[in-house]
């Protein structure tokens, strides 16, 4: 059974830092793009970040770029998002989803998900 679980939530205060983590199981995702996305209440889900299977390419939303990094270990089948400058507006709930062999910002290029990790950011 293929299983991607996030970790590394939590509450922060605005200009703050939080690592998430996602680990995969029952399958390798060395091949595929993996991704972050995250819904706010009341929102539609949007994407945060993308990495290629290889890690040599990125891509992130206008909103986080700069502030976030994206990174995989496919040894480990784990994919991180580092959280730097972290404004209210950040708050949502996170997920991880492994994706095709192409990078892609949009949510129907992904096929599996985890159940998400909640990232509140006080101000």
């Known amino acids: 059974q293929v299983q991607l679980v996030e970790s590394g939530g939590g509450l922060v205060q605005a200009g703050g830092s939080l690592r998430l983590s996602c680990a995969a199981s029952g399958r390798t995702f060395s091949n595929n793009a993996m991704g972050w996305f995250r819904q706010a209440p009341g929102k539609e889900r949007e994407f945060v970040s993308a990495?290629?299977?290889?890690?040599?390419?990125?891509h992130y939303a206008d909103s986080v770029k700069g502030r976030f990094t994206i990174s995989r270990d496919n040894f480990k089948n784990t994919v991180h998002l580092q959280m730097n400058s972290l404004k209210p507006e950040d708050t949502a709930v996170y997920y991880c989803a492994a994706g095709r062999w192409y990078l892609s910002s949009a949510w129907s290029a992904y096929d599996y998900w985890g159940q998400g990790t909640q990232v509140t950011v006080s101000s």
């Open positions: 990495i290629s299977w290889n890690g040599g390419s990125t």
